[in-house]
């Protein structure tokens, strides 16, 4: 999640074919994660949001990130493993369909974009996927309708919800806590639930953290993926995000 791929300004470096150097090092970031995921024998990537930085990417950026993301050498990986996008706050114009800067990417074999709502059925789960919502009602308003409607079509009793909105809980600052594009932990919790969603994965705020929701004999794993990589100077320290390799036979996480 949130790999915020662009030339950006601050240390960027020299351009060479159009990408900057610290361009280039966060795609390489993003070339190790696709190995590691094919390596551990995924059959998915996800990417939960904010895959580019902006509206606006030089395509030498585009071609460098579909080159990353779903090729290695020569060989497209559509043979080998399905990627699955949801545009984020930074790469979406709107929540209108198409209005976003991941059109490129949905025309590459074995990439799917998801610009509005929408759930699959992958090998043992069913997934399902909501790209960043704008929206002047609190996220646990407009949250639940989504997510029934979304799951109503696909019928499985692993599911799991991929987002891009912020999580919150009574830990954090104010100015965390009173984001609008951000839901308490235990409202998420408690929708998810009622749901049947037993997993939580979202893109949106770069740290990562992990919550264990719980309710009588209704659990919830909750795990805000956190920056690939750091984007900036607020990003401070090695232990940024990273790749969340989940099995789904045995559950396991690492």
Request: glycine fraction near 12%; charge should be negative; aromatic fraction near 6%.
């Amino acid at each position: 999640s949130d790999c915020h791929i662009g030339n950006h300004l601050v240390h960027g470096g020299p351009l060479v074919a159009g990408v900057n150097n610290r361009c280039k090092e966060t795609l390489d970031v993003l070339g190790c994660a696709v190995r590691l995921a094919l390596d551990s024998g995924a059959s998915r990537l996800i990417v939960a949001g904010d895959l580019l930085d902006g509206m606006r990417p030089p395509p030498q950026v585009l071609a460098a990130t579909i080159t990353a993301l779903a090729r290695v050498g020569t060989s497209y990986l559509y043979h080998r493993m399905s990627i699955d996008i949801i545009p984020g706050n930074h790469d979406r114009n709107s929540g209108v369909p198409g209005d976003h800067a991941l059109g490129v990417f949905g025309h590459v074999p074995g990439i799917s974009v998801w610009d509005s709502p929408h759930a699959i059925m992958a090998d043992d789960c069913a997934i399902g996927f909501v790209p960043f919502r704008a929206d002047p009602l609190p996220v646990e308003r407009w949250l639940p309708t989504v997510v029934a409607g979304m799951f109503k079509e696909v019928s499985c009793a692993k599911r799991v919800l991929v987002m891009h909105q912020g999580i919150k809980d009574g830990t954090m600052p104010p100015w965390m806590r009173e984001a609008g594009d951000a839901i308490h932990v235990e409202a998420l919790g408690g929708i998810c639930a009622e749901q049947g969603i037993g997993l939580v994965l979202a893109g949106h705020w770069h740290a990562h953290k992990t919550w264990e929701w719980a309710s009588g004999k209704k659990q919830v794993k909750i795990i805000q993926i956190g920056a690939l990589c750091p984007t900036g100077f607020d990003d401070a320290g090695f232990d940024y995000g990273g790749v969340i390799l989940w099995n789904t036979e045995t559950g396991m996480f690492k």
